[in-house]
């Protein structure tokens, strides 16, 4: 029996967990669900899957969770703020973290578990990128399984020989070319990509994810921080890693060995493949998703993506190219930009902007410990949060 914590449950990627979850009942055990603040949606989760501890980082939406399962006569325990998720990710009676917080906020939690020997099925790309090598050291020294859930990176893991050692590159490789589905505005001319909507960035063509990814998928921000993970992940240079959009979304990213090879994983886009492969690793489970008709599939087509229109996607290649705290700097940023977007107070082509300004203003500095990255990203936020103020003014 596999104990799982589910950290970030109620978003779209747990929600897909316990679903994989729930098809092998005899197999895996949900011993925690964490969450930021849905408290009426942990609270289902808590009547379907009755784990031992439910946490909620927001105090109000803890205390109406803690009625909420008292009244309906369950025993898990209620805990809240942000340390309780680093606690619960380094249980004992924990096996395996799905770490699916959005953003770098999940960086402790995937620290923690990382450092606890945990398995870790990272869907938050943000705490690699974020904390890069150092949680790499984290989980060599921890002993930890480190399993990529990001579609990409896991069709990687499955294109590459086994003894895969988190961050180490493996002979005979000579890149990986990771595909994009292009987002909603792949045609889009850069005056429609002016006046683009929250809601018209949020619904993308073909998967179905939460609000911050999604804005990403639409700038392409998501595949250059995608383009960090495979670096850190893989042990690549960045050089080593080609980006090619395929918005048919079915060949999740391939991996090309020097004797010209190369091996592609396909599928449905339906994130229950990666996770069901993650959570039986090294085994086979069933996902719950459909066959791939490739017949109706009919084509697959591939292109160059066009830096000219998604700026955001040359900014993570020259934040890989530096290193240090540049990555991080970049994520910091990008959260930023994102949440004002989504806000409805800074405009969809003003996101990759305010990256560049904030990204030009930093002096890049070696990682030496985990103070250098906090003091990074904070230093970012801020920065980024003053040219956000400034540009309101200047409106006003
Ligand atoms: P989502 O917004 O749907 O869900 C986020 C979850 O994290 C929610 O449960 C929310 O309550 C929780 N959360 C948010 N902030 C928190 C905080 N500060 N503390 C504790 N919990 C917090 O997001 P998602 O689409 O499920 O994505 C989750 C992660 O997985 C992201 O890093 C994303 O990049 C990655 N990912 C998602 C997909 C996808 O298909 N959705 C694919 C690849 C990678
Ligand atoms: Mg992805």
């Not at 893991?157 to 895969?164: I, N, R």
């Not at 970049?330 to 990204?359: D, K």
């Not at 003053?386 to 006003?396: D, N, T």
Request: with cysteine; charged share 20%; hydrophobic share 45%.
């Amino acid at each position: 029996m596999m104990r799982v914590a589910v950290l970030g449950s109620t978003g779209s990627i747990g929600v897909s967990t316990l679903d994989v979850l729930a098809r092998h009942p005899g197999h895996f055990e949900v011993a925690a669900l964490a969450a930021a603040s849905n408290h009426a949606r942990l609270l289902e989760q808590c009547r379907s899957h009755r784990p031992r501890v439910a946490v909620l980082t927001d105090p109000v939406a803890a205390g109406r969770l803690e009625s909420g399962l008292r009244a309906a006569g369950l025993a898990t325990e209620v805990a809240c703020g942000a340390d309780a998720l680093a606690e619960v990710a380094a249980a004992t009676d924990v096996d395996a973290v799905m770490a699916a917080i959005v953003g770098a906020a999940g960086l402790p939690s995937t620290l923690a578990a990382a450092r606890a020997g945990k398995r870790v099925l990272l869907a938050n790309k943000e705490s690699l990128v974020v904390g890069g090598e150092l949680l790499l050291d984290a989980v060599r020294g921890g002993g930890a399984t480190l399993i990529p859930i990001d579609s990409e990176h896991n069709a990687i893991f499955q294109c590459l020989p086994a003894g895969l050692e988190a961050g180490r590159a493996m002979r005979g490789v000579r890149r990986v070319l990771l595909t994009a589905s292009g987002g909603p505005f792949l045609r889009s001319t850069r005056a429609e990509l002016e006046r683009v909507t929250p809601e018209q960035a949020c619904a993308h063509p073909r998967w179905k994810m939460g609000r911050k990814i999604s804005v990403d998928s639409a700038t392409l921000m998501n595949k250059g921080l995608e383009l960090i993970e495979a670096c850190l992940l893989f042990g690549m240079e960045p050089a080593q890693v080609e980006v090619v959009v395929h918005p048919q979304s079915i060949v999740h990213s391939l991996v090309e060995y020097v004797d010209g090879s190369i091996l592609a994983q396909l599928g449905n886009p339906d994130m229950r493949t990666p996770i069901a492969h993650a959570l039986g690793w090294p085994e086979r489970i069933a996902s719950g998703v459909e066959s791939l008709d490739l017949v109706a599939a009919a084509r697959l087509d591939f292109e160059a993506p066009d830096i000219g229109r998604f700026p955001a996607l040359r900014l993570a290649r020259e934040a890989a190219e530096s290193g240090g705290t540049s990555p991080t700097v970049v994520n910091a940023a990008n959260e930023v930009a994102v949440a004002a977007f989504l806000a409805g107070t800074l405009g969809f082509s003003r996101i990759p902007e305010v990256v560049e300004a904030v990204l030009d203003r930093h002096g890049c500095e070696p990682v030496t410990g985990l103070d250098v990255v906090l003091e990074a990203d904070s230093w970012a936020r801020g920065y980024a949060e003053s040219l956000l103020v400034g540009e309101a003014r200047s409106r006003a």
